[in-house]
């Protein structure tokens, strides 16, 4: 028993007692008159206080005390009907009248009090599921707003697939599947599956039930029809939620499917764009060779193949690239590293474009002091490559392309300029797209991302000639890199 039922009890009774009291010794103020007054009086105010029942049988106590010491003939239960009948009836009906009409009242206030908490609580809950990415976490949140709901009880289970309750038995697993595949409650009192001693409830969304709720035997004592409506609007707040995020899950997956779908359209047409020239160019030369060999010179012969050869290598190179991206761009990517010294990664690059017989090579400046960086030597290489064709073939004349190397802000900062054309700002974001690179351009800023690096374009701020790519990787190499 509650603490706060027992005191109101014993102040019912207190009340009653002093009445008895009262009525056994009475006073001079006390008077047949005014009795009946004063015990209408108390027992209002004891009625509050006790159980409908028992207060009906202590005013019933009070009156036959009032007779037995105030109604002549005085200690007798004896009523003179024509002279005190009228009185005592009269009594004993006010007083029960006003008993059932103030604990009416009292549960009536009950009631109401207890529907606006559930209305906030169900308030509460459905902001709380608002504020969450995944309403499924608050799973027992909601069983302990439905034990309240149930005023004690303890076998209110509540899950989203019948194997997640340990406790249920066959039966009981197949009606929760039942429940859970109709989206419709069940069991006693629904009309559906009546001869079943459990109830269940389903968590509804719009389109199907994520969960159910299980009230075992008989253990909620409450008002079952309110208790069911209660608790199904709180479950039906869970099944909306998760119908919410299901629907969210959904647009995104779409987003991302259109996105990827973009991504890939992009792709294919930077691959079909870089691939074009070069190849256009082997096919005139090697056509020329094969239509005018009788009419060409040994030089003009050679020139055609030496053309073929530079264009092959560029072909052989879009499709390194092109391989490489398409690695990076897997899920769960893995890509080893190691400690690389930026000089030998510098040298490895420039002996390759002597080795392609480049137009004319860049001119190199390497901060001293620098670092030994964790990360993937080919794959940095492979950048650097890309940006210093591209400047050359861009740059316009020889000695106009530069690479420094230097260390600034906690990175190692590889920037590569020439003094071609530069950049409209609008392009910037774009990078050197603008200017034909394409898969290199991608291939690059994928190599910064798993390098937890960056790539950056910009040109000269007083002329706005030329670009400088910026490639920058971290020094710090404790920090965990390949994902």
Not at 110 to 128: G, H, P
Not at 241 to 261: F, I, M, P, V, Y
Request: hydrophobic share 45%; net charge negative.
């Amino acid at each position: 028993m509650k603490p706060t039922v027992l005191l109101t009890g014993v102040m019912g009774f207190t009340l009653w007692a002093a009445l008895m009291l009262v009525l056994a010794y009475p006073h001079d103020w006390v008077s047949l008159a005014n009795a009946p007054v004063l015990l209408i009086l108390v027992s209002s105010i004891y009625s509050l206080l006790l159980p409908l029942s028992l207060s009906l049988a202590l005013s019933a106590l009070a009156v036959l005390m009032f007779n037995y010491q105030m109604v002549p003939p005085v200690h007798t239960l004896h009523v003179d009907l024509h002279e005190h009948g009228i009185l005592l009836i009269t009594m004993m009906g006010v007083s029960w009248l006003i008993t059932y009409l103030l604990r009416r009242q009292k549960q009536i206030a009950a009631l109401e009090r207890q529907q606006a908490q559930r209305t906030l609580q169900l308030m509460q809950w459905s902001e709380k599921l608002r504020e969450v990415d995944n309403p499924q976490h608050l799973l027992s949140d909601l069983h302990q707003l439905l034990l309240g709901l149930a005023e004690g009880a303890t076998r209110v289970l509540i899950g989203f697939t019948s194997h997640e309750l340990e406790l249920l038995n066959p039966t009981q697993m197949k009606a929760f599947d039942a429940c859970l595949q109709e989206n419709k409650a069940l069991g006693r009192s629904t009309g559906r599956y009546d001869n079943l001693e459990d109830l269940y409830l389903p968590m509804r969304g719009k389109s199907k039930a994520y969960g159910v709720c299980v009230c075992m035997g008989t253990d909620i004592d409450v008002n079952e029809a309110v208790w069911v409506r209660d608790a199904q609007a709180l479950l039906d707040q869970m099944g909306l939620a998760c119908d919410r995020r299901d629907n969210a899950l959904r647009a995104q997956s779409a987003r991302e499917s259109a996105q990827t779908q973009k991504t890939r359209s992009l792709f294919l047409t930077s691959i079909a764009h870089d691939q074009r020239t070069p190849l256009t160019s082997i096919m005139t030369s090697a056509s020329a060779i094969l239509d005018q060999t009788d009419r060409l010179s040994q030089d003009e012969i050679r020139h055609y193949a030496e053309l073929i050869q530079e264009e092959t290598q560029q072909v052989a190179r879009l499709t390194d690239n092109t391989l490489t991206l398409a690695r990076l761009s897997g899920e769960q990517v893995q890509v080893p590293m190691q400690l690389e010294s930026v000089e030998d990664m510098v040298a490895a690059v420039l002996q390759r474009l002597r080795k392609r017989k480049a137009m004319y090579l860049p001119t190199v400046k390497v901060a001293s002091g620098l670092p030994l960086l964790n990360c993937n030597m080919v794959l940095v290489e492979q950048v650097l490559d890309n940006l210093i064709d591209n400047a050359i073939k861009h740059s316009g004349a020889p000695g106009s392309v530069e690479l420094n190397v230097l260390q600034q802000q906690g990175e190692v900062v590889f920037r590569v300029a020439d003094r071609g054309q530069g950049m409209q700002s609008q392009l910037k974001s774009q990078g050197d797209e603008s200017r034909g690179l394409g898969i290199g351009l991608q291939l690059c800023k994928a190599v910064a991302q798993v390098h937890c690096g960056r790539l950056e374009f910009s040109s000269d701020a007083k002329t706005g000639q030329g670009v400088i790519a910026s490639f920058a990787l971290p020094m710090n190499t404790s920090q965990e890199y390949g994902t």
